[in-house]
């Protein structure tokens, strides 16, 4: 099992993981009505596990000419800068995917208006919006109703360690 700390002050971050062989598929996302009356797509990833995603994942976002979802789990997302173009993410490779329940004592960064666009959460193109109490950036949660329900780590941001 792996527990999951940061890479600043060294405090845990989640609690004891079991790595899953590959990155599941997403659910889709077609959020869930809930009872505040907004809408979240069910977790990628099963309480107390966590996966690596393999494709670019997260901001920075480029342009490009094909309509490819932004990044896994994500929508299509036109480019402001063009008529006819898409975004995509060049974000970091393996980061590590888990549960948003299975972190704990994160705090999403108070600079709401630079992450919180989505109707009915965060969509995590603006880039790491998740601090261990330290106030280090780790992480990425998306929770909006189009997008995957799932916490990023940056494996730069984090350090495993093996129970």
Do not use: K
């Not at 809408?39 to 995603?53: D, K, M, S």
């Not at 709401?112 to 989505?118: K, T």
């Not at 949660?141 to 730069?156: G, M, Q």
């Amino acid at each position: 099992m792996t527990v999951f700390a940061c890479a600043t002050c060294g405090s845990a971050i989640t609690g004891p993981l079991t790595e899953l062989p590959e990155m599941p598929a997403r659910p889709g996302n077609r959020g869930h009505l809930r009872a505040d009356g907004s809408r979240r797509a069910t977790a990628t990833v099963p309480l107390g596990f966590f996966a690596l995603e393999p494709g670019p994942w997260g901001a920075p976002l480029v342009p490009s000419a094909e309509p490819h979802p932004v990044f896994p789990g994500g929508p299509c997302v036109g480019d402001p800068d063009s008529d006819d173009g898409f975004l995509v993410s060049a974000g970091t490779r393996n980061t590590v995917v888990l549960h948003p329940d299975d972190a704990r004592g994160l705090r999403q960064d108070p600079d709401l208006a630079r992450h919180c666009s989505g109707c009915c959460g965060l969509h995590g193109r603006a880039g790491m919006n998740q601090q261990c109490p330290c106030g280090a950036h780790v992480g990425t949660l998306v929770n909006d109703c189009n997008t995957a329900y799932e916490l990023h780590l940056e494996p730069s941001r984090v350090h495993p360690a093996t129970e």
